[in-house]
Every structure is written in structure tokens, then in C-alpha cells.
């Protein structure tokens, strides 16, 4: 049961997960799993069902999200056991524990974060495990035999993660790549919101390789997080044939925070494409879509022409897409808030002291589909957001003190020594997401791991959603040593390297925070737990939370207590649902103040839908001693 609704696993086919309101006892969900297959075990932790089945031609071990119980009930994971799955607990270090049948395995371990195996048991005999339950530092394994009825195991491994790279490179570790250097064309260090590992490949034979004699006997797995990488990720996305170096004082990077996002693709074909569809009918529905037929066409400031689209989105289409979109300024300051889109080609003039700004940061400023934009006078401008062309950027006329300022980026197909005399300032503003209309909207490849012994993995196997589009987001990769077969070697480098059969779109990619994990040694006590309270009706609509005390002893800077709350509204004498656990802040902190000297999250004690309230106490220990937590205080209104 949790927040008010019971979850049965049952023998139907048809749903082998049941939901049931406790307030009316009434069926309010099912979900259909595929195949045949009878549930065995059902565990919650906070909005998530962890099930087990029977041998299935599918799967064994199922991961449900029900924080919507009467809503949708989607899979967020799975994974296999060789045989009849029996029984399933969850752990307080964010594992699940399986029994199963298998006689090699009568124990499976589950990271809940990818659903993958991270370890197993081979218990004596042959007899099956039918019962697991997970209680601070110990496994109970309850098993089919007359000679252990009860196992008791307990995780063993490293003692701490072996950082290969985070931010820089870690413990001796070292990084080459296919040319034996560091910080060569294929490999770049940049700053990206957190400082990661840029790999932009220049052959199908490239590789990023981290190289340090060391056992792995004592870890399990190799974890990582990855970014894929996108135009709208930099302030110069383009291929530029003669190299950056073609650039030199002519180009000005003011924001030094992102100096290095410059990305000089070569012959990349997957280059973003936009829907000029719907440009034209987001045009067409403003009156600012143009028909300029077969010449060139021109708007003069000198007539108004361009003021008189002010916070409008203009859309001019030309029969012959060689024909030029004209832009006069008569050098007026402005600001002109205007974004242009043509399938043809773009000439700016007359812009001395002029200023342009996107309407959006959803629209580019300036956009032509396949041919050159060309900032043709010898003036100086400033532009405010993000230049898109699948042509070539030029701006080769400009001379002497007369500059382009650009507060954004530059996509363009071509960028050569015609991009001059640009000075760019880039934030994150402008890669937060790529602009509407656009495909592909992200830039993301596969690649191989390896190391000098044992198989060969690929990044896609560990993937279950595929590559996380959002570029904003960065996406754990966890892959067990034992798929690739170095679990008991000593390894003398890790390498990321490109797909033999990547042939067209080659491999470009961020990764961050490089570990080797394991599990820490045997010890007296679980390096970290939580306890959760009993559901606490205070009997009022309008109750508000006020403070949170506690006592306790045997505290060290190594051995914690700290707490998060969560409320819920009375539905028909039981909780309805429950808000976030929340700190005094957000979903990311805790109070920790064991005297009550922190304010009660508003979100509790603002005297609304609070009836009810929870308390989850967590511990960290140090392996040697344990904090005790002796009593917990609550004053409420």
C-alpha cells in the first residue's frame, strides 16, 4: 500500500498489476505486462512499483512509475533473470535484490537507476531463493532447503569509486587519444556548465583513451555521464574547411566563460535543417509572409519597411532561391525587433550603429534556408540572438574599427575566412534549447567502450530510452566490468572510441565524471540507510508545520542525521497524494539542524492540503560506528 491505493500483482493476464483506492475499495488501474507470465512479488519505494514474475519469454523484473495511480502507469525499466523471478526488495543504497530460481544466481542485484545487473550470489546447492529482504548492512536470502533455509549476505568491494576524470584528470590517470596527445584537434577540454570531455572525431579509427595500470578486481562497474552534443551548444557551429586558425584577431570571443565553444565540424552531413512549412505559416498567420517572386527584394527602413514588422517574424519567399533579401537600416539606431526568414539569400546594409533582436529566443534572428547571409556595409551593428544559414556566413566587407557585435551564436553550413571582424558574445542563453522548427534537434552518436583485455561494449546497450535528446541534461551511463569481461584483471587503459561503420554522421559526444564503482568492504554497519516514518493525521484541514527537532547521539562530521518532510491532503480519513519529499528549500536538501532553528518549507505550512505528514530520516555512517537518532519532535498549528 502507499499513499491511499494497494497494488496487487497478480495471475491476470491481462493485468498483471491491480490498483485499488482504499477510500472506496474500488479498481481504479491496471497495466497490461506482455506475455503470460504469473506476478511473483511486488516492493514500493517512494512513486515506483519493483515487480517480479515468473519466467517470462520478456522479462523478469519490472520497474512501474504509479506517481500517478489513477493515471498513467508506464515502465520505466526492466531487466532479466534466467528464471522464475520469486521475490524483490529494495535497498537503501538505491539497489534492488531479486530472488530468483536460477540455481547459478538465486540472487540478482538491480541498479534502480538503469535497471541493469550490478551483481549476483551463487548460493550453496541447487535449492531456489523464494524470499529477499534488504535491513541495514545485510541481505536476508530466503531459500528451498533443508541445509539454509536463511542466507545472509552482505556486499563486498572497494572501498571507495576510483575517479578516472572528473573536471580533470584523476589519480594518475592519464588521456591520449588516436594521435597520442593531449588536447589535440580530437580531443578538447571546454567548460560547459560543468567542465567535461568534448570528443570530436576526425576518422572512423578515433578514440579517447584513459590509460593507468590498475586492478578492477574490487569494482563492478564503470559509470559515466554523457551529453550529446548540438549546433545550438556553441557560438560557431559550422565547417570550416581551412581550419580556425583562418579566424585569428578577426574573431572575438567576449565572454570568456564559453571561449571554447567554437566547433569546426568537417563534412558533417546531418547538418540541422529547418521546416520552412511552418516558418511560413507562422508568418502567414501575423500578415508577414512575402511572395518576392523571381528578384530581389528590398525593405528600407528609409520607407519604414522594417519598423513596420516590429515584433513580427517576416517570411519572404522567392521563386529563385539565388535572388537576395535586401535589409536596409538608413542607419537607424532602433531597436529593431525583428526576425527575418527566407529561402533565399540575406544582404544587410546601411546599419551603422543599427541594433537587431530576435523576437524569440525560440526563432533565429536571421535565417536563410540554404544560401549566404552577408553583412555587406562597412559599419558596425549589433545583433542580439542566434544566426542560422545554410550557406556561408560572410562579413569579409567590413573594414577597420567597424565590427559585428553578436549577443548569440552562428549555425551556418560554411564558415571560412569569410567570418571577420565578429566579436561574440555567447551565454547560455542561447543553447538552453534549440530553436522551434528544427531537425535533427540534437547531435549524438554511438560509440565502443574497451579496455587492452576483454569485450568490446557499446554505449546503445546501456541506453534503455536510447541517447537523451535534451542537450540541457546529462545522462548516466552505467556499464557492469562484467559484460566486459575485466572483472578480476588488471586493466592498463579504458577507451572510448568511434564505430568502425560510422559512415556518415561521425561521433561527436561530452562525457563527464568517469568512475570505477564498487561497494564498500565488510563492515559493522551500512555506510548509509533512511528510516521512514508512520503516516501522522493531525486531525485538521488547516494544519501548518512549523519546526522539526530531534535528539541524538554517537554524531560525528562522518556519522549524519538529517531529515525531509512531505504532507498530504485527508482523503476519506487516508492520505491523498503526497507532495515531493522536500528540505526546507527544495527536493535537493535537508533539514538538518537538529534543534528546529530551520523554517519549515512553505509548501507544508502554508495552511493548505497539509493534514497529513511524513517524516525520512537519513543516516550516513562511517562503517565503524553508527548515529543514533533517539527521538524526533514536530510543532505544528
Do not use: C
Not at 578538447?188 to 593507468?212: E, F, I, P
Not at 537523451?468 to 584483471?489: G, K
Request: aromatic share 12%; proline share 2%; no cysteine.
Amino acid at each position: 500500500m502507499s499513499s491511499g491505493y494497494a497494488y496487487l500483482g497478480t495471475k491476470k493476464n491481462d493485468k498483471e498489476l491491480s490498483v485499488v483506492r482504499l477510500s472506496d475499495y474500488t479498481e481504479v488501474n491496471t497495466l497490461d505486462l506482455s506475455g503470460n507470465s504469473d506476478m511473483t512479488a511486488i516492493s514500493i519505494s517512494d512513486n515506483v512499483a519493483y515487480m517480479t514474475r515468473k519466467q517470462s519469454a520478456d522479462k523478469e523484473f519490472y520497474a512501474i512509475d504509479i506517481s500517478s495511480p489513477e493515471g498513467a502507469l508506464n515502465i520505466l525499466g526492466s531487466a532479466d533473470t534466467d528464471d522464475d523471478a520469486n521475490d524483490v526488495s529494495i535497498g537503501t543504497n538505491g539497489n534492488a535484490y531479486v530472488a530468483s530460481k536460477d540455481n547459478a544466481k538465486e540472487l540478482y542485484v538491480f541498479d534502480t537507476s538503469t535497471y541493469s545487473e550490478i551483481g549476483s550470489l551463487n548460493l550453496a546447492g541447487n535449492d531456489d531463493a523464494e524470499a529477499v529482504y534488504f535491513l541495514g548492512a545485510y541481505v536476508y536470502v530466503g531459500g528451498k532447503t533443508n541445509a539454509n533455509e536463511i542466507s545472509i549476505a552482505q556486499s563486498s568491494g572497494a572501498t571507495s569509486d576510483e575517479n578516472i576524470y572528473n573536471d580533470s584528470m584523476q589519480n594518475s590517470w592519464s588521456l591520449s587519444n588516436n594521435n597520442a596527445t593531449v588536447d589535440s584537434a580530437s580531443t578538447l577540454m571546454l567548460n560547459s556548465g560543468t567542465n567535461s570531455l568534448s570528443a570530436n572525431y576526425a576518422d572512423q579509427t578515433a578514440y579517447v583513451r584513459y590509460a593507468k595500470s590498475f586492478d578492477t578486481s574490487n569494482y563492478l562497474n564503470l559509470n559515466f555521464y554523457l551529453n550529446t552534443v548540438s549546433p545550438w551548444a556553441h557560438a560557431v557551429y559550422g565547417d570550416d574547411a581551412n581550419g580556425a586558425s583562418d579566424y585569428g584577431a578577426e574573431v572575438t570571443m567576449l565572454n570568456t566563460t564559453h571561449a571554447d565553444f567554437i566547433y569546426n565540424s568537417s563534412d558533417f552531413l546531418d547538418f540541422p535543417s529547418p521546416d520552412m512549412a511552418s516558418y511560413k505559416t507562422l508568418a502567414q498567420g501575423t500578415a508577414s509572409y512575402i511572395n518576392a517572386g523571381g528578384g530581389d527584394f528590398t525593405l528600407d527602413e528609409n520607407n519604414g519597411d522594417i519598423s513596420d514588422y516590429e515584433g513580427k517574424l517576416v517570411y519572404v519567399e522567392f521563386s529563385n532561391t539565388n535572388k537576395k533579401l535586401k535589409l536596409k537600416f538608413d542607419d537607424e539606431a532602433g531597436p529593431f525587433n525583428v526576425s527575418f526568414v527566407t529561402n533565399g539569400k540575406i544582404e544587410l546594409d546601411k546599419y551603422e550603429g543599427t541594433t537587431l533582436n530576435t523576437i524569440s529566443s525560440n526563432y533565429p534572428v536571421l535565417l536563410a534556408d540554404t544560401k549566404e547571409i552577408k553583412f555587406k556595409d562597412k559599419a558596425s551593428m549589433t545583433v542580439n540572438g542566434l544566426i542560422f544559414t545554410g550557406g556561408e556566413f560572410k562579413s569579409n566587407d567590413l573594414n577597420g574599427g567597424h565590427r559585428i557585435t553578436l549577443n548569440g551564436s552562428i549555425v551556418a553550413e560554411t564558415i571560412s575566412n569569410k567570418l571577420e571582424r565578429v566579436d561574440i558574445v555567447y551565454t547560455n542563453d542561447y543553447h538552453t534549447s534549440p530553436p522551434l522548427y528544427f531537425s535533427p534537434d540534437y547531435y549524438g552518436q554511438d560509440f565502443d567502450i574497451k579496455a587492452d583485455v576483454g569485450t568490446t561494449v557499446f554505449l546503445t546497450d546501456y541506453l534503455a530510452a536510447g541517447i537523451d535528446n535534451d542537450i540541457d541534461t546529462w545522462e548516466l551511463v552505467s556499464v557492469p566490468l562484467s559484460d566486459m569481461n575485466i572483472s578480476t584483471t588488471t586493466i592498463n587503459y579504458l577507451q572510448f572510441e568511434a564505430l568502425d561503420n560510422q559512415e556518415v554522421n561521425l561521433v561527436t559526444w561530452f562525457v563527464d565524471d568517469i568512475q570505477l564503482t564498487g561497494y564498500s568492504e565488510p563492515s559493522d554497519y551500512s555506510y548509509d540507510g533512511w528510516f521512514t516514518s508512520s503516516e501522522y493525521d493531525s486531525g485538521s484541514t488547516n494544519a501548518t508545520w512549523n519546526s522539526i527537532s530531534w535528539s541524538a547521539s554517537a554524531t560525528t562530521t562522518d556519522n549524519t542525521i538529517k531529515f525531509q518532510l512531505r504532507s498530504a491532503p485527508d482523503t476519506a480519513g487516508v492520505p491523498g497524494t503526497w507532495t515531493d519529499w522536500l528540505g526546507p528549500i527544495d527536493v535537493s536538501d535537508y533539514y538538518i539542524d537538529d534543534q528546529g532553528g530551520e523554517t519549515i518549507n512553505t509548501t507544508h505550512s502554508d495552511g493548505t492540503n497539509d493534514q497529513w505528514l511524513q517524516y525520512r530520516t537519513f543516516f550516513t555512517s562511517d562503517g565503524v560506528a553508527s548515529p543514533v537518532l533517539e527521538d524526533v519532535s514536530i510543532e505544528y498549528n
